[in-house]
């Protein structure tokens, strides 16, 4: 089992930045691709970003690609995603997961592991 719980979600003006983590604990963090994923108001969840767990290599969706930027600390156990140039389109509720998998994925059914979520609002 990981229990992941994120944080650094909260309320900013568009053009404005936010760090999300997301600290995990359980079962061995560096054996896991981590993933990012939102869910605005009445929409799907949609894939964010995803990190390799030893190649950190990285994958993400088109419309985060230039703004936002995920990475891990393995020793911390926790994955990092800061948010620049943030837009009220972004606003959603910001989930961390795991995936006990060695290929990146932005397919929400391959992860086994979820956060509780945090919030992102970002005003015009």
């Known amino acids: 089992q990981v229990q992941l719980v994120e944080s650094g979600g909260g309320l900013v003006q568009a053009g404005g930045s936010l760090r999300l983590s997301c600290v995990a604990s359980g079962r061995t963090f560096s054996r896991n691709i981590m993933g990012w994923f939102r869910q605005a108001p009445g929409k799907e969840r949609e894939f964010v970003a995803t990190i390799h767990c030893r190649t950190f290599s990285t994958y993400y969706t088109d419309s985060g690609k230039s703004r936002f930027t995920i990475s891990r600390d393995n020793a911390k156990h926790t994955v990092y995603l800061p948010m620049n140039s943030l837009k009220p389109e972004d606003t959603a509720v910001y989930y961390c997961?795991?995936?006990?998998?060695?290929?990146?994925?932005?397919?929400?059914?391959?992860?086994?592991?979820w956060g509780p979520g945090t919030q992102v609002t970002v005003s015009s």
């Open positions: 997961a795991a995936a006990d998998q060695s290929a990146l994925t932005p397919r929400g059914t391959d992860y086994n592991y």
